[in-house]
């Protein structure tokens, strides 16, 4: 068998010589960077693949919606973008606010509107998932407007009192970077599902969804449960790419799901999701839609049921119509029957010399009377009971007139 599955490969590989590449964009931002450079090394013997590193993240986005590069990973935009087909979702950003502790208490929940005001704010670099927020509920009436907040460009000029950014679970070497700061919650955990902040803003920028930091994931940060929000980084293709290629690609990518899910903790929680979460509003790529659907039952396989039962019903009711034309066959060959009996009366008169020959002649003229008029009335089929009580009755009037 070993020959069987060389020869597969090889015709694979075949089918490959002379393929273009596909293109993949890597953006500098972890853990994408580090998933793009695992689908180079680990489908580059399945498909072929090229690596196309960009230095930000909104220049890849671009170069995706004009069909310069095939694949990429993106965060989930506030707008669905033209020309950008959802192939799979890799992992979730959550936004932590970082407040030094001589200006909040973290014990208490905030609000991110009350927060920006507390002091230097860092939001990431122009364009991220974390300062985009902050643009989005600015032109929204949420914020005062930016320039009037003190948004730093950078966090190392000055030192900031607030960082309000999207991304990973944070490591111990972040942690230790932040001495005097605690995470803060936005809203009571208790009231997520009730009305709470986050949910408010997931309504009004369905990009975003609430996200709970369990307690102590950052034990110097966060010793109680901590609200916050997530944006989904998503793998992403033009509309332009063939639904065959797609479908390798997620067959790729759910087969080395243990691998790419070791990268980060957000994406091992991520990858192995068998839904696409309908908060997502790129429209899925053909060739992820047939892979989503591989294993759904075949028309009869979703219908069997109804079909017994539509069956069970067809032979029930012909069933039941075969009865009553068999019934109805039978009432007409009894009402016949009835008319055969009499003519037999009528011949034992006739042996027997009891009654006058015309009378019994009489008698079987008006039994063939009533038989032929019951056939036109009733419809009887003149069939063979029909042509009996005839031979029969005409044999008797035929031994009547010439006895």
């Known amino acids: 068998m070993k020959w069987v599955g060389s020869l597969i490969v090889l015709l694979f590989l075949w089918g490959c010589e002379g393929q273009q590449p596909l293109v993949v964009g890597k953006a500098p931002d ?8 695992t689908l180079i090394r680990d489908f580059g013997d399945r498909l072929p693949l090229a ?5 930000d993240q909104n220049q890849l986005t671009v170069d995706l919606q004009a069909g310069r590069v095939d694949l990429g990973i993106i965060e989930q935009p506030l707008r669905p973008l033209d020309n950008l087909r959802l192939i ?19 014990k208490t929940p905030v609000v991110l509107t009350d927060v920006v005001g507390l002091g230097k704010v860092y939001a990431g670099p122009p364009g991220s998932a974390g300062h985009s927020m902050l643009t989005a509920l600015a ?52 009231r997520l599902g009730n009305g709470s ?23 110097a940060l966060n010793p109680e449960p901590v609200l916050s929000l997530a944006v989904t980084h998503l793998l992403v293709t033009h509309g332009d790419m063939e639904a065959d290629l797609i479908y390798d690609v997620m067959s790729l990518v759910k087969e080395n799901a243990n691998d790419i899910g070791a990268i980060d903790p957000m994406v091992g929680a991520t990858i192995h999701e068998e839904f696409i979460n309908d908060r997502l509003n790129i429209p899925l790529h053909e060739g992820t839609q047939r892979y989503m659907q591989r294993n759904a039952p075949s028309f009869l396989e979703r219908y ?11 032979v029930a009711v012909t069933s039941g119509g075969v009865a009553v034309v068999r019934i109805r066959k039978q009432a007409k060959k009894d009402r016949i029957d009835s008319y055969m009996k009499k003519l037999i009366d009528v011949r034992q008169d006739l042996a027997a010399r009891r009654e006058d020959t015309s009378v019994l002649r009489s008698r079987v ?36 007139n010439h006895p």
């Open 304 to 314: 069997a049921e109804l079909l017994a039962f539509l069956i069970t019903l067809l």
């Open 365 to 400: 003229l008006d039994l063939q009377a009533s038989v032929t008029q019951l056939v036109v009335d009733e419809r009887l089929i003149a069939d063979s009971t029909f042509l009996a009580f005839l031979t029969l009755s005409n044999q008797i009037l035929n031994e009547l």
């Open 30 to 37: 972890e853990p994408a960077s580090a998933i793009a450079e």
């Open 197 to 219: 902040w986050a949910e408010g803003v997931s309504y009004r920028f369905p990009h975003l969804s609430p996200f709970v930091l369990p307690a102590g994931i950052y034990p």
């Open 88 to 106: 799979t979702p890799l992992y979730r950003s959550v936004l932590h606010v970082l407040i030094r502790d001589s200006l909040h208490d973290c």
């Open 51 to 55: 690596l196309k590193t960009y230095a």
């Open 139 to 190: 032109q929204g009436g949420w914020l005062p407007r930016l320039k009037e907040l003190d948004i730093l460009e950078t966090p190392f000029g000055d030192a900031p009192d607030i960082f309000i950014q999207f991304g990973g679970i944070l490591s111990q070497d972040a942690q230790s970077r932040l001495p005097g700061f605690c995470l803060a919650s936005l809203g009571d955990v208790a």
